[in-house]
């Protein structure tokens, strides 16, 4: 299996990618966690992306297209994209890349969620500095409040999660995600799908559209 949730911030994507890759054995590539670490590692091109990330704006396509090719190429198995692409030229670039190698994306899954849903959930998420376990205080809280179940860190708010950024973050999403949703749309084997209910149904239900889907595909 190979395919592709696209998503506003908050709507799920990462969750539901976990889950997805557990049940189906599959490999996670979040970009933003990806990203996320390259930063906080202080690599060349953390320092590169450091404040498109701080300030809720895209990282420039050559440097997203450059990375996640390295990343999509060198696994063996299925996989998961979350969170990438998220331009018109990166999926037309990752579409001419999985074709010359013989590994189209199967399936592309548009996630849509109430906008008031959204506010809630930035107000509650927390994210291990270590490991980057996400959590939120009501849907998926830790053992012990507010610290990590895999490593006891304390947990942060992430600075891409503060208000005035992810309202910069959704509008920027919105802004660059209508060319990119019609692409895959036009494609084929692309499905939405509402995830503003609970976490476990909607995890039920994406689960179901994949075995569906799969099992005509």
């Known amino acids: 299996m190979r395919?592709?949730?696209?998503?506003?911030?908050?709507?799920?994507?990462?969750t539901q990618a976990s889950r997805i890759c557990?049940?189906?054995?599959?490999?996670?590539?979040?970009?933003?966690d990806i990203l996320r670490s390259e930063k906080m590692a202080g690599t060349p091109l953390g320092l590169?992306?450091?404040?498109f990330i701080d300030n809720g704006l895209l990282?420039?396509?050559?440097?997203?297209?450059?990375?996640?090719?390295e990343k999509i190429l060198g696994?063996?198995?299925?996989?998961?994209?979350?969170?990438?692409?998220?331009?018109?030229?990166?999926?037309?670039?990752?579409?001419?890349m999985l074709f010359e190698v013989h590994r189209p994306l199967m399936l592309v899954l548009n996630f849509?969620?109430?906008?008031?849903?959204?506010?809630?959930r930035?107000?509650?998420?927390?994210?291990?500095?270590?490991?980057?376990?996400?959590?939120?205080?009501?849907?998926?809280p830790p053992k012990v409040a507010g610290f990590c179940d895999l490593d006891g860190k304390a947990l942060i708010i992430r600075e891409d999660d503060l208000p005035d950024v992810v309202r910069k973050r959704i509008e920027t999403y919105q802004e660059t995600m209508a060319p990119v949703i019609a692409f895959y749309a036009q494609l084929g084997n692309f499905k939405t799908v509402n995830t503003s209910g609970s976490f476990k149904d909607v995890t039920r239900m994406v689960l179901d559209k994949i075995r569906r889907h799969f099992e005509d595909f």
């Not at 590169?48 to 404040?51: A, E, S």
């Not at 696994?75 to 001419?96: C, E, H, S």
């Open 59 to 69: 990282v420039p396509d050559h440097l997203m297209i450059e990375l996640m090719q």
């Open 122 to 140: 930035f107000e509650g998420r927390r994210i291990c500095p270590e490991c980057l376990t996400a959590y939120h205080i009501d849907s998926m």
């Open 112 to 120: 849509v969620v109430d906008p008031e849903v959204l506010s809630r």
């Open 75 to 96: 696994l063996a198995k299925g996989f998961v994209l979350d969170g990438y692409p998220r331009t018109l030229n990166q999926a037309q670039a990752l579409n001419r």
């Open 48 to 51: 590169r992306i450091r404040d």
């Open 22 to 32: 557990q049940t189906f054995d599959l490999v996670h590539l979040s970009s933003g």
């Open 3 to 14: 395919m592709a949730l696209l998503g506003p911030p908050g709507a799920g994507k990462g």
